[in-house]
């Protein structure tokens, strides 16, 4: 076998198996940020719908101050 042939045995699958690597790597980290984007999401309108509740409850606050005030 010549140095050739050996550096050719050699050096394909080490190529090979770190453009698969690299590959897997893209793919897993596009498939994270999708699903971090997905929970950004609902922490989002989970944001939203806390603040709803609160301004509701704040107004049924002030209803209640404004009717001892007026007492």
């Known amino acids: 076998m010549t140095n ?3 550096h050719i045995a050699i050096g394909v699958p ?3 198996n770190a453009a698969l690597i690299a590959l897997m790597a893209t793919l897993l ?3 994270m940020r999708a699903g ?3 929970v950004n999401t609902r922490f989002d309108d989970m944001c939203d719908l806390w603040r ?3 301004r509701r409850v704040e107004e049924v606050l002030d209803a209640g101050l404004k009717h001892l005030e007026e007492r």
Request: hydrophobic share 60%.
């Open 4 to 6: 050739e042939q050996l």
């Open 14 to 16: 080490i190529i090979f």
């Open 29 to 31: 980290f596009n498939s």
């Open 36 to 38: 971090f984007d997905a």
């Open 52 to 54: 709803a509740e609160l």
